[in-house]
C-alpha cells in the first residue's frame, strides 16, 4: 500500500507571494491532517478534514487555508507568506478522526523557505 | 483548553533504561500516541493507549494513567539509533490530534 505523498518536497517563495501544498493520503484514508514543524516549537497543528470537511482548525491566521476532495486528497494554501511561514509542513492521513484508527501515518513533508 | 508536556531534552548510554514522561490536559480523552521522529524524518507510530496500564511491544513500553493525565515511554537496552526525537500525541473529544513539543533523546556509547 503506499504511503501518504506530498508534492512538492521543497519550495522556495519571497514574502508576499502565496503557496498551494498537496497531500494524498493512504487509500482508504478519510482523515487528513496538516502539521506545521519548526525547531522549538513541535508539530503545530493546523487543520483536520475528514470527509470533505473541516473537522478541526488550529490557532493559526486566516492566510493559512485548506481543504479536502471527494478522494480525500488535500491542499493547503498560504497566502501574503512571511518569513516566520518557513517551516516543515507535514500532512498525516488516518483512517478515522478519533481513537486507534486515529493513528497518523505522516507524508516526508514539504519545505518551505520564505525569503 | 488542551495542553501537553514532555521534558526538552534527555540523554542516556547504550544498553540503559530511560523513562520519558509526558502529561497532558484535554478536553476528553480518546487515547494516547507516541511517535518517534529521526533528524530530517516524518514521525513514525510507537504506541497507543486507551485504558489505564502498561503496554509492552518488544523494547518498547508505553504507560497511561488517565486519573492523573499521565503517561510514559519507556525504552529498554537503549541503541544508538534510538537517538531521536519522541512525540507525546492525545485524541481528545471531538478534537484534532495534538502533540507535545517532542523529547530529543541523545543515546551515547
Known amino acids: 500500500k503506499a504511503g501518504v505523498t506530498q508534492t512538492p518536497r521543497y519550495l522556495i517563495k519571497t514574502r508576499g507571494q502565496q503557496v498551494t501544498l498537496s497531500c494524498s493520503p493512504i487509500s482508504g484514508h478519510r482523515s487528513v491532517s496538516w502539521y506545521q514543524q519548526t525547531p522549538g516549537q513541535g508539530l503545530q497543528f493546523l487543520f483536520e478534514?475528514?470527509?470533505?470537511?473541516?473537522?478541526n482548525k488550529g490557532n493559526f491566521p486566516g492566510r493559512f487555508s485548506g481543504r479536502q476532495f471527494s478522494n480525500s486528497r488535500s491542499e493547503m494554501n498560504v497566502s501574503t507568506l512571511e518569513l516566520g511561514d518557513s517551516a516543515l509542513y507535514l500532512c498525516?492521513?488516518?483512517?478515522?478522526?478519533?481513537?486507534?484508527?486515529?493513528?497518523?501515518?505522516f507524508g516526508p513533508g514539504t519545505r518551505l523557505t520564505v525569503l | 483548553g488542551q495542553n501537553i508536556d514532555q521534558p526538552t531534552e534527555m540523554t542516556a548510554t547504550e544498553g540503559a533504561i530511560v523513562q520519558i514522561n509526558c502529561t497532558y490536559q484535554?478536553?476528553?480523552?480518546?487515547?494516547l500516541f507516541w511517535y518517534q521522529q529521526h533528524a530530517g524524518e516524518a514521525p513514525t507510530f510507537l504506541s497507543y493507549n486507551v485504558l489505564d496500564g502498561l503496554e509492552e511491544k518488544g523494547r518498547f513500553s508505553s504507560f497511561l494513567s488517565r486519573s492523573k493525565g499521565y503517561s510514559y515511554l519507556l525504552l529498554k537496552e537503549l541503541q544508538m539509533k534510538d537517538s531521536a526525537s519522541y512525540l507525546c500525541?492525545?485524541?481528545?473529544?471531538?478534537?484534532?490530534?495534538?502533540f507535545g513539543k517532542g523529547t530529543t533523546l541523545s543515546v551515547s556509547s
Open positions: 498525516a492521513s488516518s483512517q478515522e478522526p478519533s481513537g486507534r484508527r486515529n493513528e497518523q501515518f
Open positions: 478534514y475528514f470527509s470533505e470537511t473541516q473537522r
Open positions: 484535554t478536553s476528553g480523552f480518546n487515547g
Open positions: 500525541a492525545v485524541s481528545g473529544a471531538g478534537t484534532a490530534l495534538i
